[in-house]
């Protein structure tokens, strides 16, 4: 019997034209950037008269927008993808028993969109997701903490850790599938819980044994 869906199923699309968007706005704020920092700012300082005040104010008219695009726009999800066992791509039930029964080391690819507009994914675990409540400036609403400890220090700016996932699932085939993921990630479902009486951070220490029937 052939499979009813592929190994990586798409369950989340942003819609085309603000992929499209996006990835436009950030190519065009490194070319503001290097147009005032390697063009007007540099032509400024053979005026002799010029106030460094306005040297400084050139620079920061194309670094604030780029600084600014580059932070609001990092968590921006373009795709995800569910990645399949074999079980699971034979037919609707079967996909419903497994999201029903969903396994922490089952994985997803998230796609994002890098600072020059070029896709970027990242294979994760249902488990390495955690809920981020949005704010202001960062619209975030997953983000994982392995890229911390997997990359080495000098890499860590490489790695996506936030994820802005919208409510529209655009052209995908079973948006319903990630909404299941979604809620057992808020619910903490899929994540290891804590040894009773237990505190985060803090380890109970050892008890000596009693010798002899004294303290």
């Known amino acids: 019997t052939m499979p009813v869906y592929p190994a990586r199923l798409l369950v989340y699309h942003a819609g085309t034209g603000r992929t499209v968007f996006i990835g436009c706005m950030k190519v065009t704020t490194i070319f503001l950037a290097a147009f005032f920092g390697l063009i007007v700012a540099p032509a400024q300082l053979s005026a002799p008269d010029l106030p460094i005040w306005r040297f400084a104010s050139t620079i920061a008219t194309g670094i604030i927008p780029l600084v600014f695009v580059t932070v609001s726009t990092a968590p921006f999800v373009t795709y995800i993808?569910?990645?399949?066992?074999?079980?699971?791509?034979?037919?609707?039930?079967m996909l419903t028993?497994?999201?029903?029964?969903?396994?922490?080391?089952?994985?997803?690819?998230?796609?994002?969109?890098t600072l020059i507009g070029r896709p970027r994914v990242q294979r994760l675990q249902f488990g390495d997701l955690l809920p981020k409540q949005p704010k202001?400036?960062?619209?975030?609403?997953?983000?994982?903490?392995?890229?911390?400890?997997?990359?080495?220090?000098?890499?860590?700016?490489?790695g996506q850790r936030q994820y802005a996932v919208g409510q529209a699932k655009g052209k995908s085939r079973e948006g319903w599938a990630w909404d299941v993921v979604a809620d057992a990630i808020r619910a903490g479902k899929l994540?290891?819980?804590?040894?009773?009486?237990?505190?985060?951070?803090?380890?109970?220490?050892?008890v000596a044994p009693v010798v002899g029937g004294k303290k």
């Open 191 to 206: 994540r290891d819980a804590p040894a009773a009486g237990a505190k985060a951070g803090v380890v109970k220490p050892a």
């Open 136 to 158: 202001l400036l960062n619209v975030a609403n997953f983000e994982t903490k392995k890229i911390d400890e997997s990359r080495p220090w000098w890499a860590i700016g490489q």
């Open 97 to 113: 028993r497994y999201l029903r029964t969903l396994p922490k080391t089952g994985e997803v690819d998230i796609t994002t969109i």
């Open 81 to 93: 993808h569910l990645r399949l066992p074999q079980y699971a791509r034979m037919s609707k039930d």
